[in-house]
Every structure is written in structure tokens, then in C-alpha cells.
């Protein structure tokens, strides 16, 4: 038994098990609308999101949540090949965020985004655009 990690990369073997993977979130959840499985097994919007966020709370407000995120740059930029985060952030959370470059506008074009995250309306949806070179750990 092997377990693979796959993107859509372009290359031909990968997209073969990628349309094989569709068919079994098509086949076997059938509730879920055949587009947005296609939409998000296929595409790479080169985007990512961060759908929670949390440091446990004696070990709040001491830096791990600016290194968890910088972490989380460096390895979506560098393994994954992302240009940007998104999130729907809390409301008392935005603070956080701003510090670690998220901001209010969205930047990245509706297209690239809009149907892949799911909308949400308790937070406000917040983007980060990562820097191509800079080194966020050491
Ligand atoms: N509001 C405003 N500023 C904040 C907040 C906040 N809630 N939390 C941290 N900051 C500031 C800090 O003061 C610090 O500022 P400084 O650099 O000027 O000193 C900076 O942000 C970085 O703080 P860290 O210590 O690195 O942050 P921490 O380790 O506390 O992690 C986190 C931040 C994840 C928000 C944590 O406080 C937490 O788990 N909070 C409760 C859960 C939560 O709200 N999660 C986010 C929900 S939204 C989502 O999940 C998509």
C-alpha cells in the first residue's frame, strides 16, 4: 500500500489519478455538485486556505502564532507553489492577521477564488499575498 500526494502539475500520469479521484468523489459523494468536485480536484488556483487557526490559550500572545504562520509560508511557497493565502478571518482575530501581512482587500482576481472557498459569514474574508523569495524561518 502506498499513499501518493498528488497536484495537478502537468504532468500526464498525475492528471490520469486525479481524473480517477473525481470519479470516486463523484460516484461516492453524490450530493455534492459535480462541478465543484472537478473544480476542486483539478484546478491549482495556486491559493490557499486557512480555514482554522489556533494556539492553545496559556501559550497565546507569546510569538508562536507569527512562527506557525511563517512556517506555513515557507512550506506553501517552497513544497506547495503558492502566491497567496485567504481567510475567513474572526472578527477579533483580524489583529492577528494584519500582523502577519493579511489584509481586507482582495487583491487576487474573483475568478481565481470565488466557488473554491466556501463562503462564510462569520468572518471576514482577509488575503496574504506571500513573497516570492523572502526566507519567513531561519
Ligand atoms: N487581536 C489582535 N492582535 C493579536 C491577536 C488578536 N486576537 N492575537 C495576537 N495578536 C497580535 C499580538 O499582540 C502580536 O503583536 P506584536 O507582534 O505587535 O507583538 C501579533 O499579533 C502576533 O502574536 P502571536 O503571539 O504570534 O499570536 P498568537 O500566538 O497568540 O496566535 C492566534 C494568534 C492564533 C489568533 C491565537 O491568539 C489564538 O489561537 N486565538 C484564539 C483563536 C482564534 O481567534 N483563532 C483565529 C480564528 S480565525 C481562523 O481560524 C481562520
Redesign the pocket.
Known sequence: LKFLCLSNDGIDEHMVWLIGLKNIFARQLPNMPKEYIVRLVMDSQKFGE????????D???????????NHLKQYARDIDGLTHFL????N?????????GFTKEIYLEKDRWQGYIKDYDG?ILMECKIDPKLPYTD
Open positions: 486557512i480555514a482554522f487557526c489556533a494556539i492553545t490559550a501559550e497565546q500572545v507569546k510569538g508562536y502564532g507569527t512562527r506557525l504562520m481567510t475567513y478571518a474572526d477579533n482575530a483580524v489583529g492577528y492577521f494584519i500582523k502577519q468572518g
